[in-house]
């Protein structure tokens, strides 16, 4: 696939997820937010159409926005208020270049499962590694079941897997969701 076709790609995808609420996911993390957490930096890993990161600068986060398709980048700059400019940052780069600052918040909505397996654990360990004593970490991941499971570029996990990943972590929520229904790709 060219990056003009994954660009076309994205911004159909996009279009069809126009104006969504949050995801479950991210409205579960900013939900279980206390007093305690100040909004400091949250990065958006896969911004994708940019719903999640709005919705950070909205409630007074920084926000480094991250994906690897420009359309997505553009998306979310041209989407930003003018007053929430200054403290949105976008990095345009693939997981494997992304470059990750210690942060009090990383959210990865639907993001992970699109990393090369043989890229997964260089990029588990810059997240690991920017997450600030006291951060929060949000992610989907995708199971060994899933329908996309034979797809030799992306990456899946068992239960087991993950609970490993995330051994030395203090778990506030895990959920695990098995059903039969199309992704905003095949709908």
């Known amino acids: ?3 003009h076709q994954d660009d076309t790609l994205w911004q159909a995808y996009y279009a069809k997820v126009a104006n969504r609420e949050p995801r479950a996911l991210f409205q579960r993390l900013m939900g279980a937010l206390t007093p305690g957490d100040t909004p400091g930096l949250a990065i958006d890993l896969g911004c994708g ?7 950070l600068l909205a409630a007074g986060w920084r ?3 991250l994906d690897g398709a420009p359309a997505a980048i553009a998306r979310v700059r041209d989407s930003a208020r003018p007053a929430d400019a200054d403290r949105l940052q976008t990095q345009q780069a693939t997981f494997t270049d992304a470059v990750l600052p210690p942060a009090n918040l990383i959210y990865a909505g639907l993001s992970l499962p699109f ?5 997964f654990p260089r990029l ?7 997450l600030r004593p006291g951060a929060r ?13 034979e797809r030799p570029e992306m990456t899946f996990h068992t239960a087991d897997e993950l609970r490993a990943l995330f051994s ?11 059903e039969d229904r199309p992704s905003a790709f095949e709908a």
Not at 115 to 119: L, S
Request: aromatic letters at 14%.
């Open 63 to 65: 926000v480094l926005a």
């Open 137 to 149: 970490f949000a992610g989907h991941f995708f199971g060994v079941r899933d329908s996309w499971a």
């Open 124 to 130: 588990w360990s810059k997240v690991r590694d920017a």
């Open 168 to 178: 030395s972590l203090n778990i506030e929520f895990w959920q695990e969701t098995e």
């Open 115 to 119: 990393c090369a397996p043989g890229d």
């Open 1 to 3: 696939m060219t990056e």
């Open 49 to 55: 159409d940019g719903t999640e990161t709005l919705a």
